[in-house]
Structure formats: structure tokens, C-alpha cells
């Protein structure tokens, strides 16, 4: 019998989980399925997705934007980097109940070191926003060794309260607002996750906290060279990355956690890259 797996959000239809996970599980020879299903906005549509493809049979679901707070909360145990985060992008569905995981923030972290050559520790990082987005990479990055790790959000309290949370880990993180970025010094790694890129909308980040040598990386994917990457290109950034490599390392770490086997990614990763293009 077919193994049964779905990502599940709204809207639904860009999503690229499908493509994915299906490409993983031929190479892998894995007998599995994978869906799409639009849940509608609301969090009771969630629950019932969740609930009904559970009890269809299905083992596993990816949860995307809105729900990753919602998924957590489904959860009757979780990993602690989607306890300390307080949203969860995987859930595994078993006989003792629903466990749930955040992967997007060992993916980054393995693009950013595995695929893009970056080094992390000793570096001073910048993430910009501080919703769910921000919430699955923050603890990552800061245990691979950055000597600061900085919440910036045009609401200041909302990256105060991000940070506060993330505190009992211990770890060297700090909050401001957007507005005072321009005296928080210069960043060797500066990652864009607010939605703004979807919009057309530029994050007002000052020049001067690109660090010379440094990588910008918007999570957005596949919309090539996006209005932070082209502040970042324009402020003298040389290497610059959208979230293609972040989608795909994600998704290797659930179907990992999934199937027990991990797949390989570079040739899924070329097939969706799409071209930052100049000018």
C-alpha cells in the first residue's frame, strides 16, 4: 500500500513540495505519495485537514504559511528547536499521537554551509523579521556558532518578544528596530525573512550593515532577483542567495525524519534555481 504524505496551507497552489518530494522518492525508490491541500484561511480549516488526512491513512504532513504556529499547537510531542520557536513545519503522524518538528532552520543552515560554502561560526548575523519565518531559523543559526545573532523587525516589540522567547537557550541573541539598524554595525550573513519581497516592498535596511564579504539571502524563492537582493547587490554584496536551497534542504530533513533515508539535493536544487539576473 502506497505511503500517503501532503503539505497543507493557504494558498496552496505555488507550492513546490509535490514536485519535491515526489523527485526525492523516485531517487530514493520510495512507494509514496505526496499532495497539496488548500485548508482555507482559518485555523478550524487546519485542524480538520489535518484530522482528516490523518485518519485517511496518511503518515506525514508538511504545514506552510499560515499554520506553522497552528501545527505546534497540534502537537502532542515536538522536537525542541519547534518547542523553543513555537512553530512547526512537519508533522509525523504515529500510534502514540502527532510529533512535530521545524526543519527550516537545519535546512538554511545546511544550504548555507553545505551548498554556498558560508561559514558561520564567529560571524555576526542579521535576520530581518521576526514572524514564522523568522521563528524556524533563528535557534538554528545561532547554535552554528555566530558570535552575535540580531532580530531586527519594524516593530521593535515584536523582535523583543521573539528574543525573549528564544532566551532559555542561552544563546547570543539581541533585538532592535528596523529604524535603528544603522547603528547596530555591519553583518557577515543577512537573511530577509519577512514577506516584503512578495509584495515588490524593500526592507529599509541600510547599507552599512552588509559587511564587506558578505552573503545576503532572501528566503522568497523563485522570484530571481527580488528588491532586498538588489539593496544588497547595490550596497556591494557579491554573493547573493534566494530560499531555493532553504526549500529543498527543508524538505530533505522531513523526508528524512519521514523515511529514514536522506536524499540527495543538488540535482533538485538546479532544477528549481532560478536565475538572480542582474540589472
Not at 513546490?16 to 509514496?32: V, W, Y
Not at 526549500?247 to 540527495?264: H, I, K, N, S, T
Amino acid at each position: 500500500m502506497t505511503d500517503r504524505y501532503a503539505v497543507v496551507g493557504h494558498p496552496i497552489a505555488h507550492s513546490k513540495s509535490p514536485l519535491i518530494h515526489g523527485l526525492f522518492a523516485k531517487a530514493t525508490g520510495q512507494d509514496m505519495r505526496y499532495d497539496a491541500i488548500d485548508c482555507g484561511p482559518d485555523e478550524a480549516g487546519f485542524r480538520a485537514a489535518v484530522r482528516d488526512f490523518r485518519e485517511a491513512g496518511g503518515l506525514g504532513l508538511n504545514v506552510t504559511l499560515p499554520f506553522k504556529l497552528a501545527a505546534l499547537r497540534l502537537a502532542d510531542a515536538a522536537s525542541e528547536d519547534a518547542r523553543l520557536a513555537g512553530a512547526a513545519n512537519t508533522l509525523s503522524f504515529t500510534q502514540e499521537g502527532i510529533r512535530a518538528r521545524n526543519t527550516d532552520g537545519s535546512g538554511l543552515v545546511r544550504d548555507l554551509t553545505a551548498n554556498l560554502g558560508v561559514v558561520l561560526d564567529g560571524r555576526r548575523v542579521l535576520v530581518l523579521g521576526a514572524g514564522g519565518a523568522a521563528r524556524g531559523i533563528v535557534l538554528p543559526l545561532a547554535r552554528a556558532g555566530a558570535a552575535a545573532l540580531v532580530v531586527a523587525n519594524r516593530t521593535a516589540t515584536r523582535a523583543v518578544a521573539l528574543v525573549h522567547e528564544l532566551a532559555p537557550a542561552g544563546l547570543p541573541l539581541q533585538a532592535v528596530a528596523l529604524d535603528d539598524l544603522a547603528g547596530a554595525g555591519a553583518f557577515d550573513v543577512v537573511i530577509n525573512a519577512t514577506s516584503a519581497s512578495l509584495s515588490g516592498a524593500t526592507p529599509a535596511v541600510p547599507q552599512a550593515a552588509f559587511a564587506a564579504g558578505a552573503l545576503a539571502c532572501d528566503l522568497v524563492y523563485g522570484q530571481g532577483l527580488t528588491p532586498f537582493l538588489a539593496l544588497a547587490r547595490d550596497a556591494g554584496v557579491q554573493q547573493l542567495a534566494d530560499g531555493t536551497g532553504m526549500l529543498v534542504e527543508q524538505a530533505a530533513e522531513a523526508f528524512a525524519w519521514w523515511r529514514g533515508v536522506r536524499p540527495e539535493t543538488a540535482a533538485v536544487r538546479q532544477r528549481l534555481t532560478v536565475p538572480l539576473l542582474a540589472g
